[in-house]
Structures are given as C-alpha cells and as structure tokens.
C-alpha cells in the first residue's frame, strides 16, 4: 500500500525538495517546515524525515523537530477501498533512493544479533488514518528500488481501513497480541500485525517480528534487512498526527564473528589475490557507496586496509563497518576488529556516505595491505 519514492523521476523531486529555504544542506537544524512533495530533512545525523506526498497533489505539510515530525496540513482525500494519499514517516537504512548517515544496513537476518526499537506517536480524532511502523527486507543488500518484503505494524487504526490482504489468524509478538494479515500490493508481499487497540509508544524487538515472518516462511535468514521506518498513512486529514520520538538500532556481528585485536597489524596482501566491488548511489551532492572486499586468493587475510582515491570533489563523512580516512583524495578504509579476518574465498564489506562536486564518479584502482585488486 505505500508509495514511498518510488521512480527516478521521483528520486529526482526528492533531492530537490529537500533544498529549500527551510532545510540548509538536507539537515534540520531546528524545527522545519517542508511541504515539498518529497521533501526530506536529516536528524541526530541519523535518521532521515520524508514527506512523501505520493497519491495526492493536494498540500501536505510536516514539521520536523529534533526528534521526529508532526503533520501541520493534509488536505488530500483518499478512497477508504483503496490506498493511502501520502506516507509522512522517519526512516534509519536503505530506502528506495536515499540512505540514512552512517547507517549498517542492509544487514542479513543470520547476522543480527539484536534490533531493538522504540516509538513514541501522538495521535488526533476526527481523521481516517493508520499509524504505521514498517520493516523493509530483501533477498539482496539492496540500497534502492523496491524491497520484496515489507512488514507492517499498525499501532493504530482510525476510520474504514484495512491492512493490504486479507486476516490470516492471529499471532502473539513482543508480549502483545495481533491479527495478522497477509497479501502482496502488486510491487512487494506484505504481513501486517494489527493492534486490537492503539498503542501510543513502545519500546520492542524489531526482530521479533522479523522472527516470526520467517517462521511463516516468507523470508530466509539469508534476507538482508534493509530500513525501518515509522509514521501515518493518511486517507482523509491528519494534521496533529506526530511521531514525538523514533529510535532503532541493529546490532549485526555475524553468527560466528572472529575478533581481531585492533592493535594487530595487517598482514602482507592475499597469496592469490583480491577483489574489489563498488556499488554507489549517487546523487546532487553527494552520494553512499558500499564496497565489498573479495579474498580471492589461497590464505586467510588477518587485518585488512584497503587503499584508493576518490575523484576529485568528494569528500568521506561517515562511515560504517570500518575506519574510513582520507588525505586530500587519498582514502585508507581499515577495519574495525571484529571483521578483521576475510577467510580465502570470503569477503568483507563497508560502506560511507560523501559529499560531492561536479559528475559523480567512481576511484579506479584499489590495493589491499599494498597489494593491487582487480575491480569486480
């Protein structure tokens, strides 16, 4: 049933709605004020707020604060038997065009060992509209375009609204008991848990849900989790709609992780050889990269630090899965520890997020611990 920034078209309105005269550089310093279609706004340096007017060319306004968003205007009206007008939400992870700073996912699901999460909504009368908590996931570590699984909370339902699908039984997760719903909207399969009755904040597991859709067999633990996202889906008004606060956090180390003491120096290049592959999304401005690291040689690579130079306008910010420096266009990516050891036919991957000038493009060499890989 959502929309959220769906087209390049739209990737591109995105971008541009968030420069506006209310946001410097996509950052809410204090309250904002977007009403762009696809306006967004970044806070704490880690979530990102999106307007995300998608089925309506009616004015939709939010307010961001340093703590999530409230609706000040919707005047979209929806058909009750069908989709919402608009998605207002906050996001931490990979979502369609956009990633979050500093952000580790997508993650696989075998790798997580925690995802924890807390929300706090504000709710009004007199409007037709679901609170919505999603959960994105995806057999790759997909950073753009649609995820095939989207699992939906409804904290709260008001109005003659019901989840994609139809009720397939009921389920008990995090303590609290649901109907539960299955059906796909045409892009993506969907599971929603229905509250009895509106919760208006909780702290929780993320992956207890994520649990229980793979135990229905809708996913495998090979799936990667890709973004968490939290807001309303409005069909008829909504302004006081706000969620106070938004927290998320997943810890993912791997189902057997071999620590590597940081204080270790790296060892010479691979016998054999390495790979690199540089997966970028790039936008006006700026742009996150995943890179992975490929062992293509005989023996195991205990500390690794992985060379190369950016082009020129482009500038590492965060980063996540591995200390990434840089020197004028000089950039040292090592890692963190835990992720040391790239056992012979194995890889590690990390990514960051840049600032850019001018036509993106990609560095065009790479060397591990000084030895030369090829480019995948």
Not at 22 to 41: L, R
Not at 127 to 155: C, H
Not at 189 to 215: C, E, G
Not at 258 to 278: D, E, F, I, Q, R
Request: proline letters at 5%; one cysteine or more.
């Amino acid at each position: 049933m959502k929309r959220p920034i769906r087209a390049i078209a739209a990737a591109a309105l995105l971008i541009a709605g968030a420069a506006t005269a209310f946001v410097i550089n996509g950052v809410a310093h204090a309250d904002t004020q977007i009403c762009e279609q696809y306006g967004t706004a970044t806070i704490q340096n880690r979530y990102v707020v999106q307007n995300n007017r998608w089925g309506t060319s009616a004015e939709q306004c939010i307010n961001v604060t340093g703590t999530g968003f409230s609706i000040t205007r919707q005047q979209g009206v929806g058909n009750t038997s069908g989709a919402p007008v608009s998605y207002p939400s906050i996001f931490v992870g990979c979502h369609y065009t956009k990633c979050s700073p500093g952000t580790n996912l997508p993650v696989q699901v075998s790798a997580i060992s925690n995802a924890t999460s807390a929300i706090d909504y504000s709710y009004v009368s007199g409007a037709t509209y679901n609170a919505s908590y999603d959960i994105w996931l995806d057999p790759s570590p997909k950073r753009d375009g649609v995820n095939q699984m989207e699992i939906m909370i409804w904290f709260n339902r008001q109005g003659n609204i019901q989840p994609i699908g139809s009720a397939v039984g009921t389920a008990t997760v995090g303590g609290k008991t649901w109907e539960v719903w299955q059906g796909s909207n045409g892009a993506n399969n969907v599971i929603s848990y229905l509250a009895p009755s509106a919760i208006p904040s909780w702290n929780f597991s993320v992956l207890d849900f994520i649990n229980d859709v793979r135990n229905r067999g809708a996913i495998t633990n090979s799936w990667y989790l890709t973004s968490i996202q939290a807001g309303f889906e409005p069909w008829n008004g909504g302004a006081g709609l706000a969620v106070n606060s938004f927290s998320a956090s997943v810890n993912g180390t791997g189902t057997n992780p071999t620590t590597v003491p940081t204080t270790s120096s790296p060892t010479p290049g691979p016998t054999g050889g390495c790979a690199v592959t540089y997966d970028a999304n790039s936008w006006n401005g700026g742009f996150t990269a995943n890179v992975t690291v490929r062992n293509t040689g005989t023996s195991p690579i205990n500390g690794w630090d992985l060379g190369f130079a950016l082009p020129a306008g482009q500038q590492v910010g965060n980063s996540w899965n591995a200390t990434v420096t840089q020197n004028g266009q000089t950039v040292s990516a090592k890692n963190i520890g835990w992720n040391g050891v790239i056992a012979a036919g194995t890889s590690a991957s990390f990514g960051f997020q840049a600032s850019s000038t001018g036509a993106f493009a990609k560095p065009g060499a790479f060397t591990l611990n000084g030895t030369a890989c090829a480019v995948a």
